[in-house]
């Protein structure tokens, strides 16, 4: 039988603290996750500019790749030689999600 996760702390009675609670929230419902993305996306946008920004989109990263979304087989070509100058800025922008390789997906 699943455990039912409780906000509550068994000696506390009545009042409990925003502070105790917010981390088992924003895990329960994955919201460091879409925050992540969102500031993922956001760093990407600067870090390609126009006219791109607009017609990229990031899909996700995982273990060290960023998946970006480009409309059209000649965007990758075109951002492929970009793709240092662009993996550089994704680095000094996120230290912390070590990326190492930036794959561009094709999608209609």
């Keep these: 039988m699943k455990k039912k996760t409780s906000f509550f702390?068994?000696?506390?009675?009545g009042v409990v603290r925003v502070a105790d609670v917010l981390p088992?929230?924003?895990a329960k419902y994955g919201l460091q996750k879409q925050r992540n993305t969102e500031q993922i996306t956001r760093i990407w946008r600067e870090?390609?500019?126009e006219p791109y920004g607009s017609v990229t989109r990031v899909i996700g990263l995982k273990s060290g790749t960023i998946e970006?979304?480009?409309?059209?087989?000649?965007?990758v070509q075109e951002l492929s030689f970009r793709?240092?100058?662009l993996l550089t800025g994704l680095k000094t922008a996120?230290?912390?999600e070590k990326i190492k390789r930036i794959?561009?997906?094709v999608t209609r």
């Design 47 to 49: 870090t390609i500019g």
């Design 103 to 105: 794959k561009f997906v």
């Design 94 to 96: 996120l230290p912390e």
């Design 83 to 85: 793709q240092p100058e």
């Design 68 to 75: 970006i979304a480009v409309p059209h087989h000649a965007f």
């Design 9 to 13: 702390s068994p000696s506390k009675v």
């Design 24 to 26: 088992q929230l924003i």
